[in-house]
């Protein structure tokens, strides 16, 4: 069986569990707290020298690395994967703008005023952060205004990769209200079968 290395807060680990359900794939789930160096351990390390989560274990016992490779990993062969080269490619465009250009300045806000000290350092990075969040999301009002999802008009992996910080964004102070194709593409998404919340701990 499958197993997942995660951490249940984790927008990127959620990702990874969104898919598996939707999919109806069983895997085992282990908790990893981030928090207190649980992904910093030999055990661990030998499975991702990275030290991150979500990491998942094959049956065989190799493992992947990185959420949206990952997805892209489970899904290959499915609907939640275009079959045409071109929507292939904007699929990846869509999962690399959301690591490089959203989870940066959604997924890390969140965390800075989520997971550390009211007086932290970090919190001076906030106000860049989030304006470069909010250009990220005026990046998605402009296409969702336009489609009814991110590629093709059609659910798929691409649409879990930016779900998963973006409905979550208020957690980062983020205002979704000045956008109204994404809050509907929100629901949207939320309406898809088998969706389960970022907080279900799997069983």
Known sequence: M?????????????????????????????????LTGETRTPGFLAKNANGRIPTLELEDGRCIAESNAILWYLAEGTPFIPQDRYLRAQTLQWMFFEQYSHEPYVATPRFILKHLAADSPRRAELPDRLARGRAAIAVMESQLSHHSFLVGDGYTIADIALYAYTHVAHEATLDLSPYPAVLAWLGRVAAQPRHIPITQRPA
Do not use: F, H, M
């Open 2 to 34: 499958l197993r997942l290395y995660d951490y249940l807060d984790s927008g990127n680990g959620y990702k990874v569990r969104l898919l598996l359900a939707q999919l109806g794939r069983p895997c085992a789930w282990q908790e990893l707290d981030i």
